[in-house]
Nanobody
Framework: DVQLVESGGGSVQAGGSLRLSCVAD????????LAWFRQAPGKEREAVAQ????????NYADSVKGRFAISPDNGKNMVYLQMNSLKPEDTVTYYC????????????????????WGQGTQVTVS
């Protein structure tokens, strides 16, 4: 079974940085879209960053462009989210996600399309 486990969340002051990590067991990166989502209480889960594990240009939500960067490491089965210039509105729970994809189309950010999820990690920016 595929298992995704996030780590790296925590508390940081506005303007600071955090790097979230996701270990993806039993996942073939080149056959999957890899993503980070976030969800605030009472709101829908939104895609923050997505990338095709087989290589390609990531896409980002407008709210994080230029500040966040997703980077898969196939050799280590890890997916990272580097978050810089953090803002208080980035305070939410972040989730690592994956879904099967063979043709590199990872533009669809609907959470319903993703089949594998981590348990989430909380980020607090004050």
């Amino acid at each position: 079974d595929v298992q995704l486990v996030e780590s790296g969340g925590g508390s940081v002051q506005a303007g600071g940085s955090l790097r979230l990590s996701c270990v993806a067991d039993n996942l073939t990166f080149r056959h999957n879209c890899l993503a980070w989502f976030r969800q605030a209480p009472g709101k829908e889960r939104e895609a923050v960053a997505q990338v095709f594990g087989g290589g390609g240009t990531p896409n980002y939500a407008d709210s994080v462009k230029g500040r966040f960067a997703i980077s898969p490491d196939n050799g280590k089965n890890m997916v990272y989210l580097q978050m810089n210039s953090l803002k208080p509105e980035d305070t939410v729970t972040y989730y690592c996600a994956a879904r099967c994809e063979f043709y590199g189309n990872c533009d669809d950010g609907r959470a319903s399309g993703y089949t594998h999820w981590g348990q989430g990690t909380q980020v607090t920016v004050s």
